[in-house]
């Protein structure tokens, strides 16, 4: 289900959105605003959401903050009626610009892709800066743009206590490393499209069903349903388990689907393997 949009306002650079604000209503699974070489911060107010990376799941509600460096990721589960996110975006040809050191020479490197950010009175205080600026635009030009995207990627380096402001910003091209197994395993008994979960493999879906064969020697739809029924028959085995929160639970988006895959491989509807197991 892919979001109402109630206002989305921007400040660019050279056709490249700096800062922006989104209203926008509840959805189930929508791709990340950003694309693949820039890193983004963002600020979530009146709402709340997941993060899914290709190996964790983050939470953000209200009132906090969330880093995440160049990768693909899902924004999933905003139920509110409405949610802002008030977002600055890192571009590496344009710190480049704003930072007269190479930031592509330092080592430095963070091991994580996204994490939650506290939100403390320096960042509350930037966001509400820039909120007024997205709401009052003819007061911008692009020197005063740039000037407050270094600021406040120095802010944002002091709270990660990085060695320097370059070592920081350099961090945010170096993509996190990822195992492919490591990534089938962690999502797994999520309720991911063959599709979406190629794409946070960063692949084609032609490339991910090749390399899933090579690693599992089975078809990944077969492996991957196989595994919820699995995960399914020992909550089962637990009376105290609802049939509906398991389905859930297992990756399954409703419980018909649920029903139908789980008699399909164990030749007995969830209702008659309970009763035969408890």
Same mark, same amino acid.
């Given at each position: 289900?892919?979001?109402?949009?109630?206002?989305?306002?921007?400040?660019?650079?050279?056709?490249?959105?700096?800062?922006?604000?989104?209203?926008?209503?509840?959805?189930?699974?929508?791709?990340?605003?950003?694309?693949?070489?820039?890193?983004?911060?963002?600020?979530?107010?009146?709402?709340?959401?997941?993060?899914?990376?290709?190996?964790?799941?983050?939470?953000?509600?209200?009132?906090?903050?969330?880093?995440?460096?160049?990768?693909?990721?899902?924004?999933?589960?905003?139920?509110?009626?409405?949610?802002?996110?008030?977002?600055?975006?890192?571009?590496?040809?344009? !710190?480049? &610009?704003?930072?007269?050191?190479? /930031?592509?020479? #330092? *080592?430095? $490197?963070?091991?994580?892709?996204?994490?939650?950010? @506290?939100?403390?009175?320096?960042?509350?205080?930037?966001?509400?800066?820039?909120?007024?600026?997205?709401?009052?635009?003819?007061?911008?030009?692009?020197?005063?743009? !740039?000037? &407050?995207?270094?600021?406040?990627? /120095?802010?944002? #380096? *002091?709270? $990660?206590?990085?060695?320097?402001?370059?070592?920081? @910003?350099?961090?945010?091209?170096?993509?996190?490393?990822?195992?492919?197994?490591?990534?089938?395993?962690?999502?797994?008994?999520?309720?991911?499209?063959?599709?979406? !979960?190629? &794409?946070?493999?960063?692949?084609?879906?032609?490339?991910? *069903?090749?390399?899933?064969?090579?690693?599992?020697?089975?078809?990944?739809?077969?492996?991957?349903?196989?595994?919820?029924?699995?995960?399914?028959?020992?909550?089962?085995?637990?009376?105290?388990?609802?049939?509906?929160?398991?389905?859930?639970?297992?990756?399954?988006?409703?419980?018909?689907?649920?029903?139908?895959?789980?008699?399909?491989?164990?030749?007995?509807?969830?209702?008659?393997?309970?009763?035969?197991?408890?």
């Amino acid at each position: 289900m892919n979001p109402t949009v109630f206002e989305h306002r921007k400040l660019c650079f050279q056709g490249k959105i700096i800062f922006g604000k989104y209203v926008m209503g509840a959805f189930d699974r929508i791709e990340k605003f950003f694309q693949q070489d820039e890193a983004c911060f963002m600020f979530i107010d009146n709402g709340d959401m997941i993060l899914r990376t290709p190996e964790q799941t983050i939470q953000i509600k209200n009132g906090e903050g969330l880093f995440a460096k160049c990768g693909n990721y899902y924004f999933e589960r905003q139920t509110s009626k409405k949610m802002t996110l008030v977002a600055a975006y890192f571009y590496p040809e344009i !710190l480049k &610009k704003i930072f007269t050191s190479d /930031i592509l020479t #330092s *080592k430095h $490197e963070t091991m994580y892709d996204a994490k939650k950010v @506290v939100v403390n009175k320096l960042l509350s205080d930037f966001k509400e800066n820039i909120s007024y600026l997205l709401e009052n635009p003819e007061v911008v030009d692009d020197s005063y743009l !740039l000037t &407050k995207l270094k600021e406040f990627v /120095i802010i944002l #380096s *002091k709270s $990660e206590n990085a060695p320097s402001v370059i070592d920081f @910003v350099a961090s945010f091209f170096k993509p996190y490393e990822y195992d492919f197994k490591s990534i089938i395993e962690k999502n797994k008994y999520a309720d991911l499209s063959l599709e979406e !979960l190629a &794409k946070l493999c960063g692949m084609s879906l032609a490339s991910f *069903k090749r390399k899933f064969n090579t690693y599992y020697n089975t078809p990944p739809k077969q492996y991957l349903v196989a595994e919820k029924i699995n995960k399914a028959q020992q909550m089962l085995k637990i009376k105290e388990n609802r049939i509906v929160d398991i389905a859930c639970d297992c990756g399954f988006e409703t419980v018909t689907a649920f029903n139908r895959n789980f008699k399909k491989i164990t030749h007995q509807t969830p209702t008659e393997f309970r009763n035969i197991s408890v």
